[in-house]
């Protein structure tokens, strides 16, 4: 049974880890990050933006931070909904492909998410969000060539948002993996090598804590042996 569940839990961590963050962030920089690029873009070859400027207005505050705050607000929502209807889009081919009741579907993803899955799914959507509209608008606001710089403008703006988000979706999870679930594994690792240590060079602790955590290092004494006379 439990092997029987395992590919429940790989869905639901692999949604609410990877595939929800990445697909969500890919899906908003072609539409999202597009339509900013392009917006901002036709602004500047239209001369709008120098003229907010003459005007005293700072377009970063008025253009770009509005677009910031939105989709560091919405990203990580809209993440939330992919990773419940890919999960539930889950349940649904396990019920009627292979039979599995709801309840024990529902029970294994349960067991199987762990707090650290749903910080890590929840960390991302801020980061993407920030390169996102971070990139989109410094393409639009660039924009050099008139009407045909805006075209090329937004397809750079998606390109390069989308280069990104996959390079730092690596870095951030290999940091969500340093700082949640590394720990412990460090300390296995530590033991074992402390314990090979021991075994292979007898490696006396001769006063003090022992040096590897969890394990009493220091020699014990031999059991007196009884001899029993002729």
């Not at 989308?162 to 690792?189: C, H, K, M, P, W």
Request: glycine share 10%; proline share 4%.
């Amino acid at each position: 049974m439990e092997r029987r569940h395992k590919p429940d839990r790989l869905v639901a961590i692999s949604l609410i880890r990877e595939l929800g963050p990445v697909l969500c962030a890919l899906m908003v920089t072609g539409r999202v990050g597009s339509a900013i690029a392009a917006e901002l873009g036709s602004m500047t070859a239209s001369q709008q933006i120098d003229a907010m400027r003459a005007l005293g207005t700072d377009p970063i505050k008025k253009l770009v931070a509005p677009r910031l705050v939105a989709l560091v607000i919405t990203l990580p929502l809209l993440t939330v909904v992919a990773d419940v209807v890919g999960i539930a889009g889950g349940g649904i081919a396990a019920t009627l492909l292979y039979g599995l009741s709801i309840d024990a579907f529902v029970s294994s993803v349960r067991d199987g998410i762990t707090g650290d899955d749903i910080i890590g799914g929840v960390i991302k959507p801020f980061c993407f969000a920030i390169i996102i509209a971070s990139v989109a608008c410094y393409k639009g606001l660039t924009t050099e060539g008139g009407t045909v710089g805006v075209g090329r403008s937004t397809t750079r703006a998606v390109v390069t948002a989308s280069i990104v988000v996959i390079i730092t979706d690596f870095f951030v999870a290999r940091a969500l993996q340093y700082y949640t679930g590394n720990a412990d594994e460090l300390t296995r690792t530590k033991t074992n090598v402390c314990l090979n240590i021991r075994v292979t060079t007898h490696l006396v602790v001769r006063a003090g804590e022992p040096e590897c955590p969890g394990l009493d290092l220091r020699p014990r004494g031999r059991q007196p042996s009884h001899h029993t006379g002729d």
